[in-house]
């Protein structure tokens, strides 16, 4: 049995509460999961993650709407929302769900930015085993048992478990703890849903009469010092929640209700670095419409609640949201008023400190997959990048070498010296290359303008970010350029390619077929 596996079984034992349902305000739970105490060897920084689950595979194209492209109608003749309906946004033509007036509102406050196409290649359309991808941050070829969260904790805690701190690494409101969280070391975060239960929880004792110079003695004594830690984080997580506050109202749902806890251990200072929530339901293979919406709204309202609570309390800059969900749905309603699972879908990043916008293109109906479905254009990956590298402040050598590749991080967060360039700055602009797709034989050209006289470089890359080769470099006028590229001798698949001027960047998709 694995170190992991015997932690988690016997911790949970020891308590007595191996499967007890526990309900704080409405929100499920099976307590008793002590496994995570950490080191105190997190970077400096202050900030917070905060990861919202959507189990089922959203609907993205109904999330974020491209209501002024006729193929999305021609796709979804009763699914898809009117045009008229839609939530309109500082773009022309995407916007959001009727039931998102909340996300409108903090998109239009610039705390919230929507990254369109984010999948992978060779999007696994199973449940269970999309969101093991996304859970671990590997590729659909390989299977990882660590979490890309838990082995980032893992990896800046090397004095774990010898050395524990007053606070937990991460904190999951409810459920058995997420494969996330999970490293070789075992659970690098608790499951908590009321903190009272969870401090009265902590007083259960553990036998003292352990056989001494066995393996089980040694691995009974290692849980030991753990459960001595965990009576600790339960008085420190009870002085949190009484310490702490929220300044707004917040709906009855499960989710605003998660987020309500979250928002109030963090205002009593404590110093987890992750929290993970959860909202189900988004397998909507029929009579999409009322149930899709009800959701939407559920997420819209929560994450508006959540964010203007942190930023009543002063606290906000220190906190982003990130929803994620295993796949999007196919582009073609079925014949049940639902939709199937799909490929890429639509993404938020929320909070005071992301960089608000939209980022990627537009839903291409014409350019897709074998089966009819949304290629992606950005690897999901690259979001984890930017969250690492920008937000928690890891060198980009370790967060390569956490997610197994390099993957180009997007602009999404502010980093704390200040806010990033946006990613299409309004002094130059980078256009779609034509023909697109390309032929592997023939040649494309790709447009972009400049607002003065400036250092160019443009590259391209593969999905996993990979340089391919470099484009165009070099000084250019003010003006339309174009830099021609020859696709020969390119594998068929999903390619970027990226203006670089200065040290700002923008990139955009190029297929070759």
Known sequence: MKRRDFLSRAI????????????????????????????????ENDNVLVVVQLFGGNDGLN????????????????????????????????????EMSGMQNLFASGKLVAVQGVGYENSNRSHFRSENIWLTGSGAGSVLDTGW????????????????????????????LSLMLQAEKGNMGITLADPDTFFRLGRNQLDETVPGGTPYGEEYLFIRAIKEQSDKYSQRINDAFQGGTNIGSYSST????????????????????????????????SNQASAHAHLLKTLSDAAEEFTE?????????????????????????????????GTASVQFLFGESVNSGVLGQDPDFEVT?????????????????????HWFELPP???????GGRFTPLPLVRTATGTRPPSTPGDFSLGQNYPNPVAPSAATAIP???????????????????????????????GRHQARFSAFGLPPGVYFYQLRVGGRKVSRKMVVR
């Open 369 to 389: 997959d074998s089966s009819g479905d949304l290629l992606h254009d950005f690897d999901y990956r690259q979001i984890y990048s930017e969250l690492l590298e």
């Open 309 to 341: 609570d942190l930023k009543n309390q002063g606290i906000g800059k220190r906190v982003v949201g990130l929803t994620m969900s295993e796949f999007g749905r196919r582009t073609r309603e079925n014949g049940s008023s639902g939709t199937d699972h």
């Open 149 to 176: 969260l838990g082995r980032y904790i893992e990896f800046t805690n090397p004095a774990y478990p010898l050395q524990l701190p007053p606070d937990p690494f991460a904190v999951q409101i409810g459920g058995t």
């Open 254 to 285: 499960s989710l605003s209700q998660q987020l309500r806890l979250v928002a109030r251990l963090i205002s009593g200072g404590l110093q987890s670095k992750v929290y993970m929530v959860y909202l189900g339901g988004f397998d909507t293979h």
């Open 448 to 478: 972009f303008s400049l607002a003065s006289r400036a250092e160019v470089e443009i590259v391209l890359y593969d999905v996993q970010g990979s340089v391919i080769a470099s484009v165009a470099s070099g000084s250019f006028d003010a």
């Open 12 to 43: 949970a034992a020891s308590a007595g509460v191996a499967s007890v349902p526990l309900v704080f305000r409405g929100i499920p739970v099976h307590a008793g999961s002590y496994g995570a105490v950490g080191s105190g060897q997190l970077s």
């Open 397 to 403: 050598d370790d967060v390569t070498q956490l997610l």
């Open 63 to 98: 999330t974020f709407v491209p209501y002024t492209d006729q193929k999305y109608y021609q796709n979804r003749p009763t699914v898809g929302i009117p045009p008229g309906q839609v939530l309109k946004i500082a773009n022309p033509t995407m916007g959001f769900h009727p």
